[in-house]
């Protein structure tokens, strides 16, 4: 089901003040994005926020290459599903060309066993238009290259969307806590 054929809800970005590296600016519609993806990595997802991605858009991050809505639909809602705490330590926007560039550190705390795991990232935001076609979760600032590993990360993109639920309109995200 693409996003024009359901309700998303409002659109509510929950992070509002994003710091830049000096002499970086974002324009109204790169902070609306950068905030909607912050959240995103928080464990804040919605479909409001999901709307703003192409329904053929990539998150590729050294777990997963989740192509197209329902992929990386399910990699985002998963994070709801997978840890308790999910903490970001410090961000800063770096570049604000296409990519939009920045770094985020995060703490993440695995539901049931209480392991922690603090990662650092550079991320990419690729946009065409208003919308975002493409968001790269680096490592370290590294995406695995092997052929086990690619293979992996497909296999993980496709079957996260069988574990994880994804909310079908506004009122059942809302009933999750989303907005």
Known sequence: M????RDNGTLKIETT???????????ESQQKIV?????????RPSLAKLAMWKDDGVFTDPLTIAQGRTQYEAQWY?????FSEIERLSHEVKGTGNPITMSLSTRYVVKGIGKEQKIDSEIEIHTE???ISKVADKWNGKLPESSIAQAFRRLN?????YIVGV?????????????
């Open 2 to 5: 693409s996003a024009a054929d």
């Open 17 to 27: 003040n994003i710091k830049t590296a000096p002499g970086v600016s974002l324009s």
């Open 35 to 43: 905030g909607s993806v912050l959240d995103l990595f928080a464990g």
């Open 78 to 82: 998963g994070l709801q599903t997978a």
């Open 129 to 131: 238009g208003d919308k």
């Open 157 to 161: 993109a496709v079957s996260v969307p």
């Open 167 to 179: 909310p079908k309109n506004a009122k059942e995200d809302a009933e999750r806590g989303n907005q």
